[in-house]
């Protein structure tokens, strides 16, 4: 439904619940006949029992969206309302979880929570007395009578407030609305085990840049206001050098920098009750907030702009056919130093998007690894099915692209990367090569044989490889004579390197190796630059989410495609959790294939023959 209504102005889609608005009647009509058309030709079929036209009140996704503001369903508060007093621990924490969407509309709802969260803590004993009934029956109050939430308009002046209690973190995204700052939407969290060490100034600190990371999709590429009622922390904040600050206030203030405060003020604590009283506020579970390494904000953001991948001419380009581009003009569309954005991607003008499908492309990859790819770093309406009438209508891929073939044979997947590698020759017009891929990672690397294909060369590139990646415990190759010559293995003796070969005349056994050479001959055939086809493959998201070269190096490489500069920052993944999801696929392809051989004969193969033959 989504890719059907991909494009349109004005129209919001979430699964099958499809909103559309306008801010006159002839748009709200037009965006809607072309919304109707798309779907009648994609052959939906509409339930009319389920739509409504032609309203300025409506209920979307458990909100009810009126002229004066937004509110909460009244079927998700009546659920709350009638619900009889919890029993046990499970239906107090039943009725925590139903009450914590609503949370948004109530300044005090975490407060008056808390001697019923209290009850949901390990090793407490069940007492449900005159105190928890009074909360219980406050909270439903609370919901009851809960104030509306102004819609959020990009034209009106915003303003975050923030504050920070011992053991809290509270704030509200405010807007201007004729003279009054309104409520957009309230937030808060509970610190965690080693933020409520932090000293009071640093959780100040802390509660200013948290909200506006937790309000990014409001106020990144807008001019704001901010406030707090420590008044330490805005000289600290706006008149020190980076230099003079705590380490933590640096850290803190880098985080900053991506959001554009044009003043911060002072307002003491009376005055800014909502983000006081939500700070000492702790919401049903305390949350972890994912943060940046430390060793990552020490590095200054300039030098990281000095790094962005966007020369000075393709920067102007960019910024010349933006500001000509219907789409770029929209609402949801921010600007960020002088560049359209869409979230964290970079709108494409249409004068600049064969190129950028071009370069997508350059590596010859598959729908999935393309759009994957795309949707790291670009944007314009429609461009997954772009990307799909381009690979499906390439003729190098359809040419190239082998026959679907049997899962191979899995291998357990190593705890780190570089630890266990698996090697292959192959030839490729003419030439020979030695194929060596990671079995965490699948990062590839090809190195060329200057003459023939002896050990002595095998031996050679192995230790440029080594030179720059590291020594290995484990290589897997096949059975050749190169592999299995004895300078081979006394190589692997010398330098400490478990070495496995794979059966005679079955090299389907190192699986991975195999499947990586179809991998790279298929795209060197399909692009002229080899170094480019194998860049576009080391920088493309497996299935995991991650690429080769994240799993190995713990950072996105820099491709032709835009990337901004927060993309190209270090990040480990969670090495532990792949590796456990990894496992778990190896597993489901292993009842894969014995599946499909029970739909075989067996077959042998004598040591005299090379040929295989069915088992009698």
């Known amino acids: 439904m989504s890719q059907i209504l991909e494009g349109l102005e004005g129209v919001q889609c979430n699964i099958d619940d499809v909103l559309v608005h306008a801010s006159t009647q002839s748009q709200h009509d037009g965006t809607l006949n072309k919304g109707l058309q798309r779907l009648s030709a994609a052959g939906v079929t509409l339930n009319a029992a389920k739509c409504e036209f032609n309203t300025t009140t409506i209920k979307f996704l458990g909100h009810i969206i009126c002229p004066q503001g937004i509110r909460p369903d009244p079927d998700k508060v009546s659920a709350v309302v009638d619900m009889p007093p919890p029993k046990n621990v499970h239906e107090v924490r039943t009725f925590l979880s139903m009450v914590n969407h609503p949370g948004k509309f109530a300044e005090h709802l975490a407060n008056k929570t808390k001697p019923i969260r209290d009850l949901a803590k390990t090793g407490t004993e069940w007492y449900w007395g005159p105190a928890e009934q009074r909360a219980f029956e406050e909270v439903k109050k609370t919901l009851a009578h809960a104030p509306i939430l102004s819609l959020y308009d990009s034209n009106k002046e915003t303003k975050i407030s923030a504050d920070a209690s011992s053991y809290g973190l509270g704030a509200v995204l405010l807007q201007l609305h004729y003279g009054s700052w309104k409520p957009v939407t309230f937030i808060s969290r509970a610190l965690t085990p080693t933020e409520t060490r932090y000293t009071q100034i640093e959780k100040e600190a802390l509660a200013l840049v948290w909200a506006c990371e937790r309000c990014s999709d409001y106020v990144i590429g807008k001019s704001i206001s901010a406030e707090t009622d420590h008044k330490p922390l805005v000289p600290l904040l706006t008149k020190h050098s980076l230099a003079d600050t705590p380490t933590r206030i640096q850290r803190l203030r880098m985080r900053l920098m991506r959001f554009h405060i044009k003043d911060l003020e002072h307002a003491p604590g009376k005055n800014s009750s909502i983000a006081d009283t939500l700070s000492r506020l702790q919401p049903p579970k305390q949350t972890t907030e994912a943060t940046i390494p430390e060793d990552e904000m020490n590095i200054y953001i300039a030098s990281v702009l000095q790094g962005t991948p966007i020369s000075d001419q393709k920067f102007q380009q960019v910024k010349d056919a933006q500001d000509e581009d219907e789409v770029c003009q929209r609402e949801e569309i921010t600007v960020v130093q002088g560049i359209f954005m869409k979230s964290n991607r970079i709108v494409i003008p249409s004068s600049l998007k064969l190129e950028v499908l071009d370069r997508i492309h350059e590596g010859h990859q598959g729908i999935v690894k393309c759009g994957a790819r795309a949707r790291e770093s670009v944007w314009w309406p429609g461009l997954i099915r772009v990307i799909h009438d381009l690979v499906t209508n390439c003729k190098n891929c359809a040419k190239e692209t082998p026959q679907p073939r049997e899962p191979l044979i899995t291998t357990p997947i190593p705890d780190r990367p570089w630890k266990m590698v698996a090697t292959d020759l192959f030839e490729l017009e003419g030439r020979d090569y030695l194929l060596v891929v990671d079995y965490l990672s699948r990062f590839v690397e090809v190195g060329m044989m200057r003459k023939s294909k002896t050990s002595f060369e095998v031996i050679r590139v192995l230790k440029a490889l080594f030179a720059r990646h590291g020594i290995q415990e484990e290589i897997r190759s096949d059975n050749g004579p190169q592999c299995n010559s004895a ?109 499909d051989s029970r739909n075989h004969c067996c077959q042998m193969t004598l040591s005299t023959s090379k040929t295989w033959t069915p088992l009698e």
């Not at 400490?496 to 990586?516: C, D, L, N, V, Y």
């Not at 493959?537 to 495609?561: D, F, H, Q």
């Open 487 to 595: 300078e081979l293995t006394q190589f692997t003796k010398d330098w400490g390197i478990k070495h496995s070969t794979s059966s005679p005349r079955f090299p389907q056994a190192k699986g991975e190796a195999e499947r990586a050479v179809k991998i790279v001959k298929s795209i060197l055939k399909k692009e002229k630059d080899p170094t480019k086809a194998l860049l576009a493959y080391r920088s493309t998201p497996l299935a995991c989410g991650y690429s080769p070269a994240e799993l190995l190096m713990g950072r996105k490489l820099t491709t032709s495609i835009l990337s901004s500069p927060q993309q190209l920052k270090p990040r480990w993944p969670d090495l532990e959790d792949f590796c456990n999801r990894e496992s778990q696929r190896s597993l489901t392809s292993t009842d894969d294939i014995e599946q």
